[in-house]
């Protein structure tokens, strides 16, 4: 049986997707009416550029994982994630806009940086293309996740439907604590296999 994940293309359909996100947050970036609303689109834009880019550069994976349930809870886990910012913030100032904006800010950077780290072994779904231990990931096993879900905490701190959001980013937790368990559970049985044929 063809992989069905090949003849849709396994690399068209993510650039589509993050070439849409691009897009959304240059609109956003031009309508921006605050200063740390144009930093938030321009981070968030210049985070979807690098996993447009890593997604069609990347080798192939060393351990290739197709299994259903690691699959649905990895793409669930983005689409997740995604729908957190579709809350929005509120327009409002005070404290809890500025803590919304600093988190926003602080988690984009920092998801950023683990990205430029992870380089070529990015993906979407649990295979595995190397062992990436410098940068932030010599001290966060999943530094991109937790950048990511800080990021997300500023969209819900500065939501206009808070209790939503939370729910959502609630959702987006347990999905990503179940993505690093198939990612880890990959990494463990390449290198196991690794070490049996030594």
């Not at 690399?11 to 691009?22: D, E, N």
């Not at 069609?56 to 299994?67: E, G, T, W």
């Not at 690691?70 to 910012?85: F, P």
Request: net charge positive; charged share 15%; aromatic share 8%.
């Amino acid at each position: 049986i063809p992989d069905v994940l090949t003849l849709l293309g396994a690399r068209a359909i993510p650039t589509l997707l993050f070439t849409i996100m691009v897009i959304v947050q240059v609109e956003g970036t031009l309508r921006a009416s605050s200063v740390s609303g144009a930093a938030f689109h321009v981070l968030s834009g210049a985070l979807w550029v690098m996993f447009t880019v890593l997604i069609n550069i990347r080798p192939a994976p060393l351990r290739r994982d197709r299994a259903p349930v690691g699959v649905a809870v990895a793409l669930l886990s983005q689409l997740t994630m995604i729908s957190v910012g579709l809350f929005g913030a509120d327009a409002g100032s005070g404290i809890r806009v500025v803590a919304s904006d600093v988190l926003l800010v602080a988690g984009l950077a920092f998801s950023i940086a683990s990205v430029a780290f992870l380089g070529r072994c990015f993906g979407i779904l649990p295979d595995v293309r190397g062992l990436v231990v410098r940068g932030p990931y010599r001290l966060v096993r999943h530094p991109l996740y937790l950048g990511e879900l800080t990021a997300a905490v500023g969209v819900v701190a500065g939501s206009r439907h808070p209790w939503a959001a939370a729910g959502a980013w609630v959702t987006c937790l347990a999905l990503q604590i179940a993505r690093t368990h198939f990612e880890e559970s990959n990494l463990r049985e390449l290198h196991n296999q690794f070490h049996l044929k030594v």
